[in-house]
């Protein structure tokens, strides 16, 4: 099963920037499509970003396009997600998922593994 480590979370002012990055080990990186989901507190887990597995497909929630950027170096088994012009609702915990039969653009049975995931907390 693939393990996956998310790094890069952070407190940030609103409108401000973060890149969060997932590391993945223990199978080839190239086999999985990846997503981007949070959690914020006494709410569910919903999806953010997905990106195909080479990247040539990318996905979004309403609420983050044009804003986030997500991207994937397969070189170095990592997949990103770039947060720009974020807000204090984009405060949660945020949690990288892998998956080797769909692109994970929901939650769903076949992600394979998630993150332990990152706190992102943007203030006002």
């Known amino acids: 099963q693939v393990q996956l480590v998310e790094s890069g979370g952070g407190l940030v002012q609103a409108g401000g920037s973060l890149r969060l990055s997932c590391v993945t080990s223990?199978?080839?990186?190239?086999?999985?499509?990846m997503g981007w989901f949070r959690q914020a507190s006494v709410k569910e887990r919903e999806f953010v970003a997905a990106?195909?597995?080479?990247?040539?497909?990318?996905y979004y929630a309403d609420s983050v396009k044009v804003r986030f950027t997500i991207s994937r170096d397969n070189a170095k088994s990592t997949v990103y997600l770039q947060m720009n012009s974020l807000k204090p609702e984009g405060t949660a915990v945020y949690y990288c998922?892998?998956?080797?039969?769909?692109?994970?653009?929901?939650?769903?049975?076949?992600?394979?593994?998630w993150g332990q995931g990152t706190q992102v907390t943007v203030s006002t």
């Open positions: 223990g199978r080839t990186f190239s086999n999985y499509a």
């Open positions: 998922a892998a998956s080797s039969v769909v692109v994970p653009v929901g939650l769903s049975n076949d992600i394979d593994s």
């Open positions: 990106i195909s597995w080479i990247g040539e497909s990318t």
